[in-house]
């Protein structure tokens, strides 16, 4: 069936030039391009698949790096992919496959409803990804596994921030840890491999030692990103000024958030070098010690903080309550839980997912939630 090209009769003239391009341009032989005119010419670039990538890191990543091999370490084995290693199946399985990774677009990273340049819990997530592969490629890790981590790693959280975990915590037989639970419940689904899910289960510092040196690598990037990034968005929206950072920490490392990033990288790059495994130099541990208590004593444990944390913590539990004695109102509907235990997983497990937008329009719609006590951003005027 031929494809035919849409009507132009009253297209404007940028819309006609690019309705044009729904076909390709013709080339040489069996082929076609996306541009008319010729591009550089390649001669005959061999194919670099699968097998070859893998005897690539065999040869050139440093001792300890974890190897990517056929089809991976996974629950449920699959057939080799014959052009990507199996992490970087993993990656693109986070990227393109899991809804939970785009729905941290809408979930906080410190401020509620965050403005249009706010860090979300996305960004923060590409940010880690950013600083974790400059840090492997560096000392020569793997660097699709260090990406597939560092983009799921955060797929665990509720709405709201880390007062979600508090919140649905008591519903649980073993607590509720973003990190556990974004690798054993949310992101279990995918199949992906072992180490992947280990990096994720393991990248909080209050959890055990990931099994790879590319899961440590994104416990160091993702302090390093939020403590730089939290400050930076703090200053911007006006609740601390930027000489609230300590003076050891500006003597150490800068004034700016890429001059503090450059010296953590090298902090960690270095002392890796000398320790022989994962590890940042003393020097500027320390710094991001001192950066991080700032953040919390000025940012995160300010008034306002605590309180939006009771407000969400108030309005999650609600949810979850509501939805475990319905759990024909879940998506899917299906037969009742067996026994109370599973009923409030599988609530906790639905309100966890929804955004902070979604969760308090749910509260409104389901629970007739006065809007008036919900929690609020920086600027309420526009409400929901």
Not at 205 to 233: K, N, Q
Not at 272 to 286: D, F, K, L, V
Not at 317 to 341: K, S, T
Request: charged share 25%.
């Amino acid at each position: 069936m031929a494809i035919e090209d849409p009507p132009t009769d009253e297209l404007s003239k940028r819309a006609r030039t690019w309705a044009s391009t729904m076909r390709a341009h013709t080339g040489t032989g069996a082929t076609a391009h996306a541009h008319k005119d010729p591009g550089q010419p390649l001669g005959s670039p061999p194919m670099f698949d699968r097998i070859q990538r893998e005897e690539f890191e065999h040869l050139h990543l440093t001792d300890g790096a974890t190897l990517a091999r056929g089809a991976g370490k996974r629950r449920f084995v699959e057939q080799p992919d014959p052009i990507r290693t199996c992490f970087e199946r993993d990656r693109d399985r986070i990227l393109h496959g899991a809804t939970a990774f785009r729905r941290l677009a809408g979930k906080t990273q410190v401020f509620i409803f965050p403005d249009d340049h706010q860090r979300t819990r996305l960004t923060h997530a590409l940010e880690v990804a950013q600083i974790s592969v400059a840090i492997s490629r560096t000392l020569g890790l793997n660097e699709a596994l260090t990406e597939a981590i560092a983009l799921g790693h955060d797929c665990g959280h509720g709405p709201g921030g880390h007062a979600s975990e508090d919140a649905f915590a008591e519903y649980l037989p073993d607590g509720f840890d973003h990190a556990v639970w974004g690798a054993d419940v949310v992101l279990a689904p995918l199949n992906l491999c072992s180490e992947t899910l280990d990096g994720v289960r393991n990248h909080s510092w209050s959890r055990p030692t990931p099994a790879t040196p590319e899961g440590e690598v994104v416990s160091w990037a993702d302090r390093i990103a939020y403590v730089c990034h939290d400050f930076e968005d703090a200053v911007n929206a006006g609740i601390i000024t930027s000489d609230a950072l300590p003076r050891t920490v500006t003597e150490a490392c800068g004034a700016t958030r890429s001059s503090w990033i450059q010296h953590f990288i090298a902090g960690v790059v270095e002392g890796t070098s000398n320790a022989g495994r994962i590890a940042m130099t003393e020097h500027m541990a320390e710094a991001l010690s001192t950066f991080r208590s700032t953040n919390y004593e000025r940012i995160y444990l300010r008034p306002e903080s605590i309180r939006q944390g009771t407000d969400v913590i108030t309005v999650l539990q609600a949810l979850v309550e509501h939805f475990a004695d319905r759990p024909h109102l879940l998506p899917g509907g299906g037969e009742p839980p067996d026994g109370a235990v599973a009923a409030l997983h599988r609530a906790v497990g639905y309100v966890a997912g929804m955004t902070d937008r979604f969760a308090c329009v749910t509260a409104v719609r389901e629970l007739d939630w006065d809007p008036a006590t919900l929690p609020r951003g920086l600027d309420s005027r526009f409400g929901l």
